[in-house]
């Protein structure tokens, strides 16, 4: 999404009196791709071939017609995890690590100046959550990277260590965010939702960041940003200050 001139831009997070909770979306917000569709043609191209490689390709006509169609992007989240039903979570997990190590060694993994707010948030003592629609073989060597304390994602079903194609629960997308974040801050009773922070770049983020007393629009989305007047943007390309502001004024 271009930035939108004329709307406040985020600032560094300003200290707190105490840590508070940060909560940031993954996808095209702290990762400047999309890990799900990334990940996928990673696992099963470069462990099955050609057939691998037909498997995702099937995945992603089937998850685009349902796009075409207007399905909920949860429709969408669960159809991804359909395309896991028989790999074993031990595999799947060794191949997501390799999927890091390989992909975050080029410039440009993360959004620049997303990891370097987040990079000062964590100074500062602040708890940084990771909301995602993904799942943990891609998100916890992310998370272990940033010294984040928190993934909420969504869980696909396992049964004796082998996916199973279903979700457990509700795909943490949309409402699912929401409810996510809420038992989370449920957890900290001392901090309090309006002390907290939120990162997103899609109007599906939109439950997360009307948690947070400081939510931070990524890119400027101009629909995000006309159901949140009070937000901030944060330019995906923002120039960053490898000593001082993550963010501009």
Known sequence: MPDLPNRPRASPPAPPAHPVLVFSDVDETLYSGKSLFDFLDFYFTGLYGPEG???VAETRRRIAVLADTG???????????????????????EWGTRWFAQRSRA??????????????????GDRIALVSGSFSAVLDPIASDIGARHVLCTRPELSDGVYTGDVSGEPCIGEGKRRAVRELVARYPHIMPADCHGYGDHLSDLPMLTEVGHPVVVGGSPELLARLPRARVLPRHAAVSPTASNCHT
């Open 71 to 93: 399905a909920p992007r949860e429709t969408a989240n669960r159809a991804y995890y359909e395309a896991w039903r028989g790999e074993r979570i031990a595999v799947v997990r």
């Open 107 to 124: 410039d440009g993994f993360y959004v620049p100046a997303v990891r370097a707010a987040l990079r000062t948030h964590r100074h500062r």
């Open 53 to 55: 490689a037909g498997h």
